[in-house]
């Protein structure tokens, strides 16, 4: 157990439609970082919030966005969703440059 | 950009028999260096990191690791494999603000 939770397990969207995926970091991390696995590759680097700032971005487009709230929680927001956004989205939450700890994640199809 | 490169996107052994998996990164500064296991629909479990304290790295469920900067090289190894280890292996590196991984390697165990 990480202490990471990620909510929801399993989400099915259309194309076009928009989620939000939710994530509770472990309490006195002050890093948020998201990360996209698609089937049968390793985890992409979508972004990191520190104090609720963004603090480093991958290559990934801009509606891709989220947010940290002071309460450790923070969101993943997917506008315009596309076919190959379909993937298991990962939440991790640390101190800075130092582990993270990761939660078990959130499955997303898009049809 | 830091990286990593897996060798071996799959790798074998039977019950008992030592495990190796592979491998290399890719970095401008001394690099904080991980590896990962993922079970079947679960989130990443951290077994192990290097962060130039020293070079032999001990884990968890009897996994190390040993840094050699001289062939940019981080492998995992077990003197004993369980049937329990059969799992997918991620390494990755952090220089800043985000985590790069390979693409990982599928330990299978043979009885």
């Known amino acids: 157990e990480t202490g990471v939770t990620q909510s929801p397990t399993h989400l099915i969207k259309t194309r076009g439609q928009q989620v939000t995926l939710r994530c509770s970091s472990q309490?006195?991390?002050?890093?948020v970082s998201w990360y996209q696995q698609a089937l049968g590759q390793g985890p992409q680097f979508i972004f990191q919030y520190y104090r609720e700032e963004e603090n480093g971005r991958g290559n990934f487009p801009p509606r891709f966005s989220g947010l940290q709230f002071p309460n450790y929680s923070s969101e993943l927001n997917v506008n315009a969703l596309e076919l190959d956004d379909s993937a298991l989205y990962l939440c991790?939450?640390?101190?800075?440059?130092?582990?993270?700890?990761f939660g078990p994640g959130t499955r997303l199809t898009v049809l | 950009a830091q990286s990593v490169t897996q060798l071996g996107s799959h790798v074998s052994v039977s019950e008992g028999a030592l495990v190796l998996l592979r491998c290399n990164y890719s970095s401008s500064v001394p690099p904080y260096l991980f590896w990962y296991v993922q079970y079947p629909n679960q989130g990443l479990q951290l077994l192990l990191k290097y962060t130039s304290a020293a070079t032999l790295v001990k884990g968890i469920n009897g996994f190390e690791a040993e840094f050699k900067k001289s062939e940019t090289s981080f492998h995992l190894t077990k003197p004993s494999a369980h049937m329990s280890d059969a799992a997918e292996y991620f390494c990755a590196v952090s220089e800043k603000n985000d985590m790069r991984f390979g693409a990982g390697t599928r330990l299978t165990v043979k009885p």
């Open positions: 309490s006195g991390h002050n890093t």
């Open positions: 991790a939450s640390g101190l800075a440059t130092d582990t993270q700890y």
